[in-house]
């Protein structure tokens, strides 16, 4: 079947959403998801979402801001994106208040605001209280009211219906080809714009805070049509995640006093960052943490450190950290009251993606061309505001304020963009692959593949990497695409055939894992969340460049041409100085 | 890694002209939630089982179905909680789309009926409005619902009355009816006050002991009642 509207975004998360409430008021515009809208992980955030409003850190302003997420980014972010980003904070959360999101209040009722991690007054002075938060679910009132706001605008939604591949021709997107999850059956969709709000690649790893639905289709998907990816090596690995399962511990955990434990009862901290201890940013505390793991002082000899708050008694975690002891109760059967909670290193945000300029125009080369009528925001784009390190809850305020960018530039390119024609072959890569999948007979489980290639991207392209590591790692996931050409998909169903998704779903997952896995071989220094054993400094006269990588037959190749915005738009910018807290 | 058995509620409208349940054994790990059973089944046993599932922490509402003949969350639910065989059906009161996936098309029918957003003419102030802490807490955690539909799913006047609202869809219409910003309930009442809105809860509280997230939506139902009954006095 064939669907033709003015927009086409893929994705229902804040970013996706944000867009749609912008277009739908104008135009016509259906939203695809394969998940319900409401189900995106967007709605997994608890901490917080960042705007300089100044509440109750009187002094805050966007330049503090700016200079936080430079910084943070360990400069590998394009300053121009970020200088927009953090003066349109405010408008974008207000906006978000006005529209109905329940934010927690401050005693004079305005939207109350808490600290996080690498957020400061006067570049790096004190703390700020710049994230605005509604108590421990921010990222779900986020979603549900920006849902709601596209209910009532009328907004298509298409939801289960799971996108396998881009229509795009002569640097022209025109549409989409998706399976309808729930009926079966390829639906097309064409439009004048095409956008994707398509998340994050987390479940590339064993270990990860992301849904199972964070499987990075959007980067296999630009990646097949000769569109590169831009710094995938860059994924944030978050310290506190569930043992085993990965499902995070919010920092909130270290914030408000627990200790991190290794097997002989000590606060090994004190080894790293004596004067920050279990206080220092996100990686560094990950990387001494997986340290200890290596070095055979996990819990049990095991891969696990222990992240103790019994000593914060009962009253005090039932009143600052309440869904904690739910958390591990539920998820890990511990009692956080009573006894240790075991964690370990989480892969937990996706600096990579689509690169896209501040417009959120996809662009194709190292000089930022832009592509006709395609857009990309969120997790799942590159824009980069986030460098080579995110700061939390910067990535609530990117999916939603370039979602919104995205939705506006879109509306104002619409007078331009004529419907295109879809080309004779529209369906073609969609249906063979289905096809294939279908009839393809071997020995091989997707199940197991995707355990291997999980295990080993955590392995030997996690936390730590060294050459030796990553050479071994680019070999196997060559010997696991292999092995995928000899799956059964065990599922000849038409209908709700989630057996056939996984299948299409693992395919996008060996293919860029090969993206992240040559981004960090190249890639001879340590930046943000890329640690190479080897190369352990960072390298500006190299290395302050972005990471394109286009798909070429089963290879990747790699440019290090692209250069870092080093000037905002109206603020000179900030000089690269070594990011030391 | 003690072995469980599974009893699972298995039908394929293309291939089965009836259900049936179909047992698994599985080797579990003592931290697992059914959730992880599942997938193991999936992954490695039997990739025809079908449900759904996303976040697996409780957040996105995807996995509600019935385990030991209680709606629940299969990824919150502790396997060691559990006793002796487990079973598992899809949420009742809903067309079965394929074993434990069933059609919220009415679900989410429903949740439109009451208009779900702000509803508020006036002009936008320069900043944000002005709500007290008090005036957050009057909303109390409706805001916290993740549409997972087990309250919907367990409710008996939902059962009988496909049009009705059902718990969830009041508890929305709760949260903006008692939302000091919101101006809209002369806009809802017509979908509140009929027979098929708020009068059909007869606090069997079914919802409330459904619900994964310790929600009450009986009592808030109640006040909601109590509201639309001085609004027409
Ligand atoms: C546990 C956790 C906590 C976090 N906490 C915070 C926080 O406190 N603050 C903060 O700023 N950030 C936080 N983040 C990060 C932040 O939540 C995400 O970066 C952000 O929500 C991403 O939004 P998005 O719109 O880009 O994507 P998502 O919300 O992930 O949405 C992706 C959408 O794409 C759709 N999609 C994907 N592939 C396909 C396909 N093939 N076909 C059809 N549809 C598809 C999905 O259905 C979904 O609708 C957290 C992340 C996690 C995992
Ligand atoms: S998988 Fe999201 S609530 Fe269970």
Redesign the pocket.
Known sequence: MIHRHDVII?????????AAVEIGQVADVAV????Y?S????????????ASLANISKTDRWEYHMFDTVKGSDYLGDQDAIEMMVREAPETVIEMEHWGCPFSRTAEGKIAQRK?GGHTLEFGKEASLR?C?SADY??HVL?HTLHEQCLKHNVNFYSE????SLIFRDNRAIG?V?LDMVHGGLHTFYGRAVMF????Y?RAFSI????H??????LA?VSRVGLPVQDMEFVQFHPTGLWKSG??V?EGARGEGGYLLNNEKRRFMEDYAPTLMELAPRDMVARAMQQEIDEGRGINGEDKIFIDVTHLGEAKLMERLPQITELAMNFAGVDPRKEPIPIQPTA???MGGIPANANTRVTFDEKRTETVGFYA?????CISVHGAN?L????????LLF?RRSGKQIVEDLPNLEFPTLPADYEDAAREEVDHFKNVSGKEKVGTIRKELQETMMLDCGVFRSEKQLVSQKAKIQELEDRFKHITVDDKSDQFNTDLLEAI?LG?LLEFSGAIVEGALARQESRGGHYRKDFPKRDDEKFLKHTLAWRKGANWELTFDKPVMLQGVTHKGFEPMERKY | MPKRTFKIFRFNPETDSKPSYKTYDVECEGWWTVLDALNEIKWFVDGTVTYRR??R?GICGSCAMMINGKNDLACELQIKTLKGTITVDPLPGFEIYRDLAVNMDPFYAALKRVKPWLINNDPYPSKERIQSPEEFKLMGDSIACILCAACTSSCPSFWSDEQYLGPAALLKAYRYTFDTRDKGLGDRIDALDNKHGLWRCHKITNCYHACPKHLNPTEQISKLQRRIIEEKM
């Open positions: 893929v994705g229902a998360g804040l970013a996706g959403s944000r695809l998801s394969k998940v809208p189900r995106s992980h967007s709605g997994a955030a608890q901490g917080g979402i960042a996080f994230a938060y921010t990222g979603l219906f799971q996108v396998l989409v998706a709000g398509m998340g994050g987390g990860t805070s992301n849904a639905a964070n499987t990075g289709d959007g998907l499902i995070l919010t937990h945000y996706s925001a969120g997790e799942c784009s995110r939390g809850t910067n990535s609530l305020l990117e999916a979602g779903e996008h | 996303s976040c922490h």
